[in-house]
């Protein structure tokens, strides 16, 4: 993680509380890369907290503020994101550039990020990347266009909503913003 020296710092909103009350107000976000026999491909998450679902992602063959940026806006578009939410990720340039700041307040969404060097204050996420390559395996993809679909269909498919989580009380992720959003229902 190299951090952009000359951003504003930003504080540690979630203080390795990993959990969050409803959908869309606690996010965490990080980057990995995979190897494939034209290069690496970049993938770049963003995680709802309260139902452990894949809100947002971009796939990209560089690293730059885009691939964060575009992961987030995914998060946004799809209305996964309340408003005034928190956004945890490491101190990456990436995430501490001027121009992710400038989306996150377009976004309504608040900054934060965990110290340098402590792959702990942002679990959330990397535990999402170790479960990846465990599952999906370790290989080199003969394409990048190849990883790309596997991957995808890894997230959208199984991750979301075939992988039960003990987190969120041994169901999917899909499952649990359904009944979530099933006790809205009811409430109103």
């Known amino acids: 993680t190299k951090q952009d020296r000359s951003a504003a710092p930003a504080p540690d909103l979630i203080l390795r509380d990993f959990t969050a009350p409803m959908p869309g107000l606690k996010l965490v976000g990080d980057i990995t890369c995979l190897p494939t026999a034209e290069g690496w491909l970049y993938l770049a998450t963003v995680i709802d907290l309260c139902t452990r679902e894949v809100v947002g992602w971009s796939m990209a063959d560089h ?52 110290r340098t060097g402590s792959c ?16 999906i395996g370790t ?12 991957v995808f269909r890894w997230i959208a498919e199984h991750y979301n909503r075939e992988r039960i989580h003990s987190t969120i009380g041994y169901i999917t992720p899909y499952e649990a913003r359904t009944r979530y959003r099933q006790r809205l229902g009811l409430a109103a």
């Not at 992710?100 to 900054?111: C, K, N, W």
């Not at 702990?120 to 599952?135: C, P, R, W």
């Not at 290989?139 to 596997?150: C, H, K, L, P, Y």
Request: hydrophobic share 40%; charged share 25%.
């Open 63 to 114: 690293m730059r503020t885009q691939l964060v940026e575009d992961a987030i806006r995914m998060a946004h578009t799809g209305g996964h994101t309340a408003g005034n939410a928190i956004f945890h990720s490491d101190r990456g340039s990436q995430y501490t550039s001027r121009q992710f700041r400038d989306v996150l307040a377009e976004l309504d969404i608040r900054q934060s990020v965990g």
């Open 120 to 135: 702990f204050d942002n679990a959330a996420a990397e535990s999402f990347f170790a479960v990846l390559k465990a599952e």
């Open 139 to 150: 290989t080199v993809w003969e394409s990048i266009t190849q990883a790309r679909q596997d």
